[in-house]
């Protein structure tokens, strides 16, 4: 969003972004104006709890006064937040869809969104998907008529199809098109449109000398809490000839590290200006980090924690730009092997320059993005 918000507002738009207060002072210094989402306790912690949809209805008619004072030309709401696509609606706003990963809405023959699975190669395979396919229609369907409860409550009419938080109007698939199974067709106004990528300001990190490969640990800066990966990876590359760069992103585990001569560990860095220098990445596989490294030309070592991190591993291991870890077999062992094999596969890292190079090629997605939402709001008033 920050990055879709400052094209926009490098175009000559007003753009107003409506998050946490934790990110004002980015928000303002990209040229937008800050506005406080609505936050709310929805899991049990205490006496006041309300439910998902509860705290959506809620946060809905919060939005809703925001949306009237602005009087924007379009909303764009993140694919996780309905409260503002909802609010859109309710004052006559054309709305877009942000999905800042992979699309989740598959088809019969894909294999579940988010179980880690990579697209089928052969009919049996295909088979399989689709004989299990009316059991993901059927979460989906409990999905749409609990949204419609929702927008009935909110005087909305009910939809007819599913995937009702993806917007029809346009949503924006904000993912390298290497990732995503190729389709037999492809939702209404969806464009794949490449990663918007955004980062703080930070420093570049020079790998220790030498001449082997260079490898960046970039654990997630939200799952592993404990700093498993992180542990592992400085233990496996104990015994491989390389120059290792390793950020903790400001969250140093308990006890000391396993070092090593060609280690540099710091507490946070740029991945932009970090990755470029290097051969391949470690990480959880969180979507920014996975499309940083594959557009900086790294092979890339997963193993993923929590989240959609599984699919992101099975989606890069399908295009052939890296190597993936199960999650229960996280060890020294594991990420020596898996590691081992990004160094010694030459093809994995041909094809993650190969990716690099094509979306270089592309369009900047942030300003193909905000010539899509352009589109939507229509002609300045």
Not at 99 to 122: E, N
Request: glycine fraction near 10%; charged fraction near 20%.
């Amino acid at each position: 969003m920050l990055a879709l918000g400052r094209a926009l507002a490098g175009r000559g738009h007003d753009v107003t972004l409506q998050t946490w207060h934790r990110w004002r002072e980015a928000v303002e210094r990209e040229g937008m104006r800050f506005a406080p989402a609505p936050e709310y306790d929805v899991f049990p912690s205490g006496e006041a709890v309300i439910d998902f949809y509860g705290a959506a209805h809620r946060a809905t008619l919060d939005t809703l006064a925001l949306v009237r004072e602005l009087e924007p030309d379009v909303v764009v709401a993140d694919i996780l937040t309905l409260a503002p696509g909802l609010a859109g609606e309710l004052a006559g706003v054309p709305v877009a869809t942000l999905v800042p990963h992979v699309l989740p809405w598959g088809q019969d023959d894909f294999p579940v969104y988010s179980l880690g699975a990579r697209l089928p190669r052969s009919a049996a395979g295909r088979k399989l998907w689709r004989a299990l396919a009316p059991i993901a229609r059927r979460g989906a369907e409990q999905g749409r008529q609990e949204l419609n409860a929702l927008r009935s409550g909110l005087g909305l009419p009910s939809l007819t199809h599913l995937h009702g938080g993806i917007s029809r109007e346009l949503s924006l698939i904000a993912t390298l098109p290497e990732l995503e199974y190729p389709r037999d067709q492809w939702p209404p106004n969806a464009h794949v449109i490449g990663p918007l990528m955004w980062e703080p300001a930070a420093a570049a990190i020079t790998p220790p000398p030498g001449n082997g490969p260079v490898v960046l640990v970039a654990p997630s800066t939200a799952q592993d809490r404990e700093q498993l990966l992180l542990r592992s990876a400085l233990a496996a590359l104990r015994h491989i000839e390389a120059r290792v760069i390793a950020t903790y992103n400001r969250r140093l585990p308990a006890g000391p590290l396993p070092m090593a001569a060609n280690v540099r560990v710091v507490d946070w860095l740029s991945y932009a200006k970090t990755m470029p220098a290097c051969d391949v990445v470690i990480c959880h596989g969180g979507h920014g980090t996975l499309v940083r490294a594959l557009t900086s030309g790294c092979a890339v070592v997963v193993w993923p924690a929590a989240g959609d991190m599984a699919e992101n591993a099975a989606r890069v291991d399908w295009a052939g730009a890296g190597v993936r870890i199960p999650r229960r077999l996280l060890s020294p062992a594991a990420v020596h092997g898996a590691l081992a094999r990004a160094i010694g596969e030459p093809g994995l890292r041909r094809t993650a320059i190969g990716i690099a190079s094509a979306q270089a090629a592309r369009p900047d997605p942030a300003q193909r993005g905000a010539e899509l939402v352009e589109q939507l709001a229509g002609p300045p008033r």
